[in-house]
């Protein structure tokens, strides 16, 4: 009988549900508004140096977008997992391997492109991730090795593989050793869709696995699969799913959502294969597909504010000085409130000492 | 433990324990409702009613689980408040849960003296135990790791444990529920001996024969309201029966076996191996269900249930793919979707969490396994409005009390959803349905509707195979009779052939033993 108790609140309410990622964000403004005080800013003008200033230009809802379309494409597939309790941590090691395949192809064909390169890069982008995610798949059906050690892990045998390369490999005969490939022939990037602005055709894929996740989701025999198996697993057993089949496809799907992101970095904004090209796509889309509850429409939006997190921490850096890290602390304080909230919303708190008799 | 019952008449004692107008509300529903209950010093009190009609709700704020939001209780004629469960063990109140709570890996002493409040050196307590249990005839050895102990003594150790206390008032909720006929009876005994020293028993069980047998009152509630009291004994179980529900019982008649069929289902040689070391491996399992008949497997729980369950629904693959026959066509290695193909449906003994999936709605509980022989799925789409359809039908065609194909699976009763469960694997027009206890927790009428379902689906020709704990229900239901002990089955016998007695002597392992109709080989079970 501890002072502070959670007591079950029988059923949670849907419009809560739906109302704790708002609630979630003006609880972080609010920290936000707090922390810049105690650091001796004005608070808000930082706020708006970090949330406003950077989508009042077009350049600046075009970096939004630019942002948002890896996490999108890394998010979908992780929710698509999630739901059937495949805890695919590896995104971030998935996107690298899209880009080292994607990447690949269009160093390999380089002065000898065509219309048929960026196709290939996006089908080669898709299998190296694939592929990436099929290690933890196969380890955990044979071995029953937990996926989210083996996923993470992998991470950074992919980052530490895309180092050999762009300092063996992939660099640049020209490039005076610098650790970077080439830049990209314009077969092999991506055509703008917006012009002042980086938005690339990237987008559209990143809307297409919205609608295509919705879809499996909500309307297909293996999405309802991916359900059972997530809510009840002997349910999913009685019925006669195979188990092992939905960790294979999510896994799959996932990792070739991601190596489809990573070659869109490389063949939109970047340009080249270099040593960093992802500031964390991979992680922050786990925060993404939690923000927006595993649906596809929720982490559209999700991955437009995780987006703005990202472009608003370089703005109040350049704006105000502020530190690197205050990206990291608005992301971290998100989720911290969103699974705060969550837990209230099942839980009502309860202080003092259980009376004796009720 | 002086017998105050011999020496007093009952009237000059105030009673035990006396309940007044208790109320207990839930959110959203009304689980006692101005309940009085009296019970005197030395009686065997029953108490009576559906599921959900409030008893768990009354027994849990006699023992202090729960509190009542009004109401007065008086123990031994002084007003009271249980606070707690250890409050209620001072007053001299006991109770043997449904669930047992032991450790499987430490002794019966030391299971014991965790669940005492003054439990004194291990020693000392042994030599108690010891003493409890040989003067109420419970034979049970202290230094026994739990692991061993079959259920039944199981239970022993949970009675024992509430006898060291001097408990006034016992309360037993379902003890009889995993025992074989031969073990209730010993209980029985020692419960009479209890009584006939003073302490009173409030007995719950939805055994109606056995509350004839061993209760002098019956209180009967009906949706959280004292609806009745009476002798028991003065009634028949139909009579009770129709009590609880407030409406005429239908017990389904079964018809006189025609010709059997052919074999729908053939099991040879099924042997299984578990890595589980808690798992009981079936031994050499034969059997066969032909189209038109039920046959009822008899067992005390964890006997190898589970484990046939899951070799027959493919939920466990066999290496053997000839040991599992279904339609002349060998199914050891195929799962549980190409079983359901070949004609089979099942119903799972656990309803909630695998026959249903609880967040789920109806109509998507009905597309679980559904899908397999209607045509719910079509080009990896779901057809939500025929899945809709077919919630709608298993609902109006079973009688299921639900807020329409939107309900989710877990805010049905635990009959109700039962009953749509059955529904959705009959409505399947299955050549063979395997059921594991179909009417288990499930009220009087439910439980007869389930029962006709069943035997009609075997008159239209197809299989059933019931494997159940309850031995009457196995009567009612079955042509013929196997019962599973430590994984072997027994050869059938045609029901009209055998009686509860020597069912109940191999539900106890007597296997290939001669029959004694007397039961006293029971005590070396």
Redesign the interface.
Known sequence: MSFIRLEPR?QASKTMVYATPLLAVALTLLSGFILFLAMGFDPLKALYSFFVAPVTSVRGLGELVVKATPLVLCAVGLAIGFRANVWNIGAEGQLTLGAITGGGLALAFYGEGGWWLLPLMVIGGAIGGAVWAAVPAYLRLRFNASEILTSLMLNYVALLLLNYLVHGPYRDPDGFAFPESRLFEADAVLPILWSGTRVHLGALFALAAVAGGWLLIA??????QI??IG??P??A??????QKRIVWLTLLLSGALAGIAGMGEIAGPIGQVTASISPGYGYTAIIVAFLGRLHPVGILLAALLMALSFIGGEAAQIAMGLPKAITGVFQGMLLFFLLASDVLIRYRVRFGVRR??? | MPSHAETFPPVALPPRLELRGITKRFPGCLANDHVDLVLQPGEIHALLGENGAGKSTLVKMIYGVLHPDSGTMLWQGAETTVPDPAGARRLGIGMVFQHFSLFDTLTVTENIALGLDNAGPMDQLAGRIREVSERYGLALDPGRHVFHLSVGERQRVEIVRCLLQDPKLLIMDEPTSVLTPQEAAKLFETLRVLAAEGCTILYISHKLEEIRALCSRATVLRAGKVVGATDPRQETARSLAEMMMGAELSTPERPPQGAAGAARLTVRHLSTTSDNPFATNLKDVNFEVRAGEILGIAGVAGNGQAELMAALSGEALLADTGAVVIEGRSAGHLGPRARRALGLAFVPEERLGRGAVPELSLSENALLSGYARKPLVRGGMVHFARARAYAETIIRGFNVVAHGHRAEARSLSGGNLQKFIIGREILQKPKLLVVGQPTWGVDAGAAAAIHKALIDLARSGAAVLVISQDLDELFVLSDRISVLFHGRLSDSRPTHETTVERIGLLMGGLFGTPPDEDGEITRAV
């Open positions: 029988g309307r297909t025999f293996i999405g309802f359900k059972v809510l009840t002997a349910a057993g009685y019925a006669g799913f195979d004796a008799a009720a």
